[in-house]
């Protein structure tokens, strides 16, 4: 875990690396409704190598399920 808040989507945005790839899980509360929705960002920096990118892909998966 990098960092956790409250903040604004902007400010996640500011904590993303161009060296690294990055997992975010940003919940949303649903205005008057009792819930909430759960949004997985996954971010590859522009500087990662393309063999890395498709390494990385293939564990998108098991991380949306470990942030569930």
Known sequence: ??????GTLAEVCERL??????YCLIR???GSKEGVVDVLI??????I??????RKA???R???????
């Open 1 to 6: 875990v990098e960092a956790t808040g409250s």
């Open 17 to 22: 690396r161009s060296d690294a790839v990055q």
């Open 28 to 30: 949303i509360a649903e």
């Open 42 to 47: 996954i971010w590859f920096g522009p500087s």
């Open 49 to 54: 190598s393309p063999v890395d990118k498709a």
């Open 58 to 60: 293939s564990h998108v």
């Open 62 to 68: 098991s991380v949306a399920y470990l942030l569930r």
